[in-house]
């Protein structure tokens, strides 16, 4: 089976510092998709970020970012200057090219304190 | 901003009992997903439509749950009989094609079968 695995169940941050949330895959492919997903409490999930396995650069979006490091198969998502807002579940996923699935990791809950 | 509606957002029934879920995607979004995510887990896929037609339903307990999208618009999402172990939320998505497009999920139905 394809896992993602996000081993950090919990973690916590203060307001405007750093944090950096963990993810390893699985797969056999050499192409495929890897994105991060946030669901606040009682809100719906929505994408923070994507990155196609095929390009070099690591994505950013504002003070999201990831670091892909495809031979390790490790996709960690870097939140800058965290805000309240921040606090939310966030699950890394895989998608293969075409219309695969997308595979989720278990998710982990991030606390942000003022 | 278009959004994915479900409902209800909140359904509570008897073990044995017959249960539906709605879900009316964004507009012109061809692929339609339904997705479990049992609490302190990642979403699982169940069913995923493209216009009416079923893609992927190898995730879906075909003896108790069934799906359809007759005019491929919105969706209906059914369990009968229900089961303790399907308390969860039941989430739908939609993207514009099944080509790795982004997903927007919906606000969920959270199930609890007494």
């Known amino acids: 089976a394809q896992t993602v695995t996000q081993s950090q169940p919990e973690m916590s941050v203060q307001e405007a510092e750093t944090v950096t949330l963990s993810c390893t895959y699985d797969?056999?492919?050499?192409?495929?998709?890897l994105f991060w997903y946030k669901q606040p409490p009682s809100r719906q999930m929505i994408l923070v970020i994507r990155q196609e396995a095929y390009k070099q650069q690591n994505a950013t979006e504002n003070r999201f970012s990831v670091n892909f490091q495809k031979a390790a198969k490790s996709f960690s998502l870097k939140i800058s200057d965290s805000q309240l807002g921040d606090a939310a579940m966030y699950f890394c996923?895989?998608?293969?090219?075409?219309?695969?699935?997308?595979?989720f990791g278990k998710g982990m809950k991030l606390t942000v304190n003022p | 901003e278009a959004e994915v509606a479900q409902s209800p957002r909140y359904k509570i029934t008897e073990k044995s009992q017959a249960v539906a879920f709605w879900c009316d995607p964004i507009?012109?979004?061809?692929?339609l997903y339904w997705y479990r995510q049992i609490l302190g887990q990642g979403p699982e896929l169940l069913v995923q439509?493209?216009?009416?037609?079923?893609?992927?339903d190898s995730q879906l307990p075909k003896d108790r749950f069934s799906a359809e999208r007759l005019k491929g618009v919105d969706s209906t999402l059914k369990i009968q009989p229900a089961e303790l172990g399907d308390s969860a939320m039941y989430l739908c998505?939609?993207?514009?094609?099944?080509?790795?497009?982004?997903?927007?999920f919906g606000p969920g139905t959270r199930l609890t079968v007494t």
């Open positions: 797969t056999s492919e050499s192409d495929y998709y």
């Open positions: 996923a895989r998608q293969g090219i075409g219309s695969e699935k997308l595979v």
């Open positions: 998505a939609s993207s514009l094609t099944d080509s790795n497009y982004e997903q927007y």
């Open positions: 439509f493209q216009d009416e037609s079923v893609v992927d």
């Open positions: 507009s012109g979004h061809a692929t």
